[in-house]
């Protein structure tokens, strides 16, 4: 899809019969306590990135931030929107939904036109039911849970949702031909409960054998007493739907075991591999929306971009980040283009409406929406080489 790509087609947008082409290089972006580098005293357009910026979740929030704050300052090098540059306000909720939503109103008083934010899914589901007074223009990276796009037509999403990741994983799983299947998630949280959930219900429609499901408390980092449940049922592959960090030790602990089957993931196992061992990664597979590994087109520009502005290898979290702030940028052109005033319900309607009816080409694939926030694009199966690096098992084309 991305073949003969050049740089300056980096960006094609469909909405309202508006394209934003040509992005040149980058600079990195503006501090916690700066806004970004639209220049002084000259016109600009205020935009919002919200995220877990210290904190817990402070790793997910920082990577969506500097992916976003890239495109912006790529977009502001070939010129602005409309001639117009991109004034990005950084605001740090810390992982608490009540302090997204006091940063979500800090921003609306700032003036901004959109928001790429929140990142995880409680401050994501509270800036939601908040922005849909204000109607504000909303597109989160990462926030998987069902609900979030749910409360108004102005939030958006650049990820796909958690039934999505285990339906995905449950369709290869019965692909690659397994019969038995155990999970281990981690109990109570929104994101690992929803995907297990979501595989679960379509393995089991797909004639999968779920031959038990284990679960695990926030803080722990002994599971072997799950994982000998599980192994015990000889399953022909494990699925283990949570964050990498768990997802590293529970790799680690199996393989311990003696258990060299296949082991399944989802995207937040987007880093992994700085947690468990080349040799235990081996006959792992997770589904994830980019991988730096993958060296087409449009993919290859954004990891060797990311590298040149911070110095390292983004990860999926990076690219969402970069693909929101995409997507919103998508939406701020068709009203620009409308010579509607900035911050009026025009212009926020105009910015929704051509999100909603446009599409975009980002580095995690095709991103179009259909009638509702939820984004119709394509995944990737990620496995690893015996060096532990990513590669790309195989490409899920998007369904209607």
């Known amino acids: 899809m991305f073949e003969n790509v050049s740089r300056r087609n980096f960006l094609q947008v469909s909405a309202a019969g508006v394209a934003l082409l040509g992005l040149a290089g980058c600079n990195g972006g503006g501090s916690e306590a700066d806004s970004g580098n639209a220049e002084s005293g000259s016109a600009s357009i205020k935009v919002g990135i919200l995220g877990p910026h210290t904190g ?12 976003a704050q890239l495109y912006f300052d790529q977009i502001n090098e070939d010129g602005g929107i409309n001639g117009k540059q991109v004034e990005y306000l950084v605001e740090d909720e810390q992982g608490d939904p009540t302090q997204a939503v006091t940063a979500y109103n800090l921003l609306v008083e700032q003036g901004v036109v959109g928001i790429v934010g929140d990142v995880t899914t409680g401050p994501t589901t509270a800036v939601a039911q908040q922005s849909v007074n204000d109607n504000m223009p909303c597109v989160t990276p990462s926030a998987t849970a069902a609900e979030i796009v ?8 650049a990820c796909v949702t958690d039934t999505e990741q285990g339906r995905i994983m449950a369709a290869f799983a019965s692909e690659q031909g397994y019969k038995n299947v155990g999970t281990l998630y981690l109990k109570g949280d929104d994101y690992n409960e929803g995907v297990n959930n979501a595989f679960v219900e379509e393995a089991k429609a797909l004639g999968i054998n779920i ?6 408390s926030a803080g722990d980092v002994d599971f072997n007493s799950q994982l000998t449940t599980i192994i015990a049922t000889s399953p022909d592959a494990i699925l283990a739907p949570n964050y990498y960090e768990d997802d590293g030790l529970i790799v680690t602990q199996a393989r311990q075991q003696g258990y060299t089957g296949v082991i399944l993931g989802v995207d937040g196992w987007s880093g992994v591999a700085d947690y468990a061992s080349a040799e235990d990664l081996q006959n792992c597979y997770y589904c994830c929306a980019f991988s730096s590994a993958n060296d087409e087109g449009l993919a290859a520009q954004f990891t060797a971009d990311y590298e040149a502005a911070y110095g390292e290898t983004p990860t999926n979290f990076c690219a969402l980040g970069y693909d929101a702030a995409m997507v919103l940028a998508a939406g701020i052109t068709a009203a620009e283009e409308a010579g509607l005033e900035a911050g009026s319900d025009e212009y926020l309607q105009a910015v929704i409406d ?9 580095v995690t694939g095709t991103i179009a929406y259909e009638g509702t926030g939820d984004p119709v694009k394509s995944s990737l199966i990620l496995t690893f080489a015996e060096d532990g690096s990513e590669e790309v098992f195989e490409t899920i084309d998007a369904t209607a």
């Open 211 to 216: 031959t038990t499901e284990q679960s695990y």
């Open 150 to 157: 749910t409360y108004g037509s102005n939030t958006f999403r």
């Open 354 to 362: 051509g999100i909603a009816a446009g599409s975009v080409e980002g």
């Open 56 to 67: 817990d979740v402070a790793n997910y929030g920082i990577a969506c931030r500097n992916g």
